[in-house]
Each structure stands twice: as C-alpha cells, then as structure tokens.
C-alpha cells in the first residue's frame, strides 16, 4: 500500500492550496481516507476524512466552510482544498487509510505574508 502526496507549497493569506493524496496497493473505494495535520505548537490535528466510495466527508468542526475532500476514482486519487489560508493553517498534512496504518509522506503548506 502506498500514498504519494503532492509537495510543498507555500500560499499568502487568504488563498487556497490543494494538496493530492495518490493511493495504490489496496482497493481504493474499501476504506476511508482520513487527512492530519502536524505543527509544532498544535500538535496532530484531525482535519476530516473522505469515503471515496460515496464521496462522503466528514469534517472536524473548525474547517467546515473552508475545506473540500474531493475523490477521483479513476485515478485513485484523493484531494485536499482548503481556502482562505491563515497563518496558522501552516502545517505538514497528511493523507491516511486501512485505519491509519498506512500514511503519505505528508505535504508542507506554509502560509505567510
């Protein structure tokens, strides 16, 4: 099982990033794809998870109205949109499934002036 993560971006405030999750190695419509975020002030942070079967998500309550999980099937290929990026959106985020056993390499999204 491998998720490949697209790379570091650094964004001002008020912008959005995306940031691809690209799975292989298992069935990618079996399980959820849950995102983190890790920084040294705050620690690991649960941001949301996507059912790529449905598209469903689910959010963690300070995101919602910023942030979109996206699924395409065809590529085995999940999506992170997050907009309007605040300074303290600057974190590494990572994408994360089969119940957090196996992890991407995780994406640097730096947000300053």
């Known amino acids: 099982v491998q998720l490949v993560q697209s790379g570091a971006e650094v964004k001002h405030p008020g912008t959005s990033v995306k940031v691809s999750c690209k799975t292989s190695?298992?069935?990618?419509?079996?399980?959820?794809i849950d995102w983190v975020r890790q920084d040294p002030a705050q620690g690991l942070e649960w941001v949301g998870r996507?059912?790529?079967?449905?598209?469903?998500?689910t959010l963690a309550q300070n995101f919602q109205g910023r942030l979109t999980f996206t699924a395409d099937t065809s590529t085995s290929t999940v999506y992170l949109d997050l907009e309007n990026l605040r300074s303290e959106d600057s974190a590494v985020y990572y994408c994360?499934?089969?119940?957090?056993?196996?992890w991407g390499q995780g994406t640097q999204v730096t947000v300053a002036s």
């Open positions: 994360t499934t089969l119940e957090f056993t196996y």
């Open positions: 996507i059912d790529p079967e449905d598209g469903e998500t």
């Open positions: 190695g298992y069935t990618f419509i079996s399980d959820f």
